[in-house]
């Protein structure tokens, strides 16, 4: 196949999932044809990707498409380009494989629900806003597929009527997110100012070593703008709230897909258009907020009681792992990032998807509601243990290999600079995982272990149109745990290349030479781009996580204080335990597996949920004074 056939593929890809939203419109509630386009809508997109995986992972091209054909005359950038490298296509993959799964499932998923025709052209300007982002080569157009993905998003989050949330929880998505989306449309005004241009790879030749206080503000707004967009902390967790009320195929693309995009943002940002990440501020920063994060995020997912809220502090969380990486600026922890990035995708996906099967065969995701499912529904519970293995790291599953690279990452980054640190990282890091498996022992147990909860006899498994893109992701979860290689050396492995250099992404745009003679200096790589690894499967890997594990255990133990114990004597009314020892009281509670380590942590839970307070005017607050504390920072250490 010649370069000039497969040049338009990326351009078809998105063209096909904007043409499918206005046929499904079209045809309106005609069922059959709809499914149809929708279906044949993602999975061409899907197939034209997967058709780019050997011209630009493996033989290392980058596909140019200049819209119009309005190619750069005399080194100036006139037209729209859609540009895709390795890092486009890694996360263009990503974007289309959960797309394609999410709406074979929505199919019979939806079929409760009315107004299904919009909820088809909603899902598809959705997936090819997404789509546009990540594969378009121009600053401004990223920003519109920004703003049709948000309120597509919005639009799908308020989709079900009957929820008395699903309204609340659009409105809260909308505005908090427009301040993403004005936070990203004033930086890209301020770039355009200085460069005069909105090409991407002009903007990399142009912008580093000219940072100048216009410069540094368009950043930080950048910065923050993508970082909202992708749920971080310190902006609000808005996500639990949209997550909680939007259909659970709509979940997988907000969790899996939409939170990539302010990944995407981050990188193209920080490595490519700024080159800022060669920065030891600019790291700190990324770690700190990706350690906060993850660890704010997997407490709060241990306090919730509804299973989809749940997953949705978990995704911030595990968003925390990639960003913390990706600070690193070293080739592993580039490599550890993206690799979790894409199993974070599958395996939480495969998690919204038991979800919403468990929602669709009993009504409701309630966790006291719940109890004993693994008896009425044994399909959707070993598919629930894929994921939540998966997640929590466990081998031999996909999450176990990339936290294992992050781990790694982490603690030669404390043995490269000597910081004690990014040591701690590495602690916090193991402790969340911890803290993560826990927390899916407390859905396990409540939702599909135990007695059976009453009213829940007639619940089964749910249809096969349900379960297929389920077991696909599954299957997905264990090759990509079971074969690293192969997902390092044609996929992980050229993405990685394609973020630390620059330069090729630049000079195919803008033409031989052109990267060396704007950048001069500043044409090196940040750093080397060896990637080495003991290896996840080596008995010296295993002793280093025991210690580290041990550390963790430590770590926890320094934060909670031994209850005081009272004799049985001095009051009858509590249950005693005897065992040989001096009679005293049981610290357990039937009610809840995880009482002890609320009542332990009940300052910080508490503060935690009285920030949270569901109230749209505190979450503006909230995420201006994010913004506000991000564009200092970057004011202070960067100028």
Not at 462 to 489: D, E, K, S, Y
Request: charged share 10%.
């Amino acid at each position: 196949m010649t370069y000039d056939v497969y040049m338009h593929f990326p351009v078809i890809a998105i063209m096909t999932l904007f043409v499918g939203a206005f046929l499904v419109t079209l045809v309106g509630k005609h069922e059959t044809a709809r499914n149809v386009i929708s279906g044949a809508a993602v999975i061409i997109s899907l197939a034209l990707l997967c058709l780019l995986i050997k011209p630009v992972m493996i033989d290392n091209e980058i596909i140019v498409y200049w819209m119009g054909n309005r190619v750069p005359v005399e080194g100036y950038a006139i037209g729209i380009a859609i540009e895709v490298d390795a890092v486009s296509l890694f996360f263009g993959l990503l974007v289309t494989i959960a797309v394609a799964l999410s709406c074979i499932y929505s199919f019979q998923y939806i079929k409760q629900d009315d107004a299904r025709g919009s909820f088809f052209t909603l899902f598809l300007m959705l997936s090819g806003g997404v789509l546009g982002i990540v594969l378009s080569g121009d600053l401004f157009n990223i920003y519109v597929m920004l703003e049709v993905m948000t309120f597509a998003a919005v639009g799908l989050t308020a989709f079900r009527t009957w929820n008395p949330n699903a309204r609340e929880a659009a409105f809260k998505y909308l505005v908090v997110g427009s301040i993403g989306s004005t936070c990203a449309l004033l930086g890209v005004a301020l770039v355009y100012a200085q460069c005069h241009t909105l090409n991407l790879a002009q903007i990399s030749a142009i912008l580093p070593g000219n940072m100048n206080p216009t410069m540094v503000l368009a950043f930080a707004l950048l910065f923050a703008g993508f970082g909202c967009k992708s749920f971080m902390f310190p902006f609000p967790p808005i996500a639990a709230d949209a997550h909680g009320a939007a259909p659970s195929s709509v979940s997988v693309l907000i969790s899996g897909v939409f939170t990539k995009t302010g990944v995407y943002g981050i990188i193209r940002v920080c490595y490519f258009l700024f080159r800022t990440m060669g920065l030891t501020s600019i790291q700190t920063l990324l770690v700190v907020i990706g350690c906060l994060s993850m660890f704010v995020c997997v407490t709060m997912a241990l306090n919730q009681h509804d299973f989809k809220r749940l997953l949705a502090f978990h995704s911030i969380s595990q968003i925390g792992y990639i960003l913390t990486s990706l600070g690193l600026c070293t080739a592993l922890g580039i490599a550890g990032g993206l690799y979790h990035a894409i199993n974070h995708t599958l395996f939480k996906g495969l998690l919204f998807l038991t979800a919403g099967s468990v929602l669709y065969a009993t009504g409701t995701t309630y966790l006291e509601k719940l109890g004993g499912l693994a008896r009425k529904m044994p399909r959707t519970t070993v598919l629930f243990l894929v994921g939540a293995f998966s997640i929590s790291g466990i081998p031999p599953f996909n999450g176990f290999y990339s936290k294992w690279m992050i781990y790694q990452a982490t603690f030669e980054k404390a043995a490269e600079t000597g910081s004690v640190g990014y040591a701690l990282v590495t602690v916090i890091c193991v402790v969340t995982s911890v803290l993560t498996l826990a927390s899916f022992v407390k859905v396990g147990h409540s939702v599909f272990f135990g007695q059976l909860a009453p009213g829940l006899e007639n619940a089964k498994d749910p249809p096969l149109g349900m379960r297929i893109p389920m077991w696909i992701m599954a299957a997905l979860c264990a090759f990509t745990g079971l074969f690293p290689n192969v997902m390092m050396n044609y996929i992980i492995g050229p993405a990685v290349n394609a973020v630390y250099n620059t330069i090729p992404y630049i000079d195919v745009a803008m033409g031989e030479g052109y990267a060396a003679a704007q950048l001069g200096e500043n044409a090196l790589p940040l750093f080397s781009g060896q990637m080495w690894s003991i290896g996840a499967w080596q008995p010296l890997s295993w002793l280093l996580l025991f210690v580290i594990a041990l550390a963790a255990i430590f770590l926890v133990s320094l934060t909670g204080r031994p209850n005081r114990t009272v004799s049985c004597e001095n009051d009858s009314k509590h249950a005693v335990f005897f065992g040989g020892e001096e009679a005293q009281y049981s610290h357990a509670s039937g009610g809840d597996l995880f009482w002890g380590f609320k009542h332990t942590m009940r300052r910080y839970l508490g503060f935690a949920s009285r920030v949270h307070t569901g109230v749209t005017n505190d979450y503006v607050l909230w995420g201006v004074t994010a913004l506000a504390v991000i564009v200092a920072y970057c004011f202070v250490f960067m100028l």
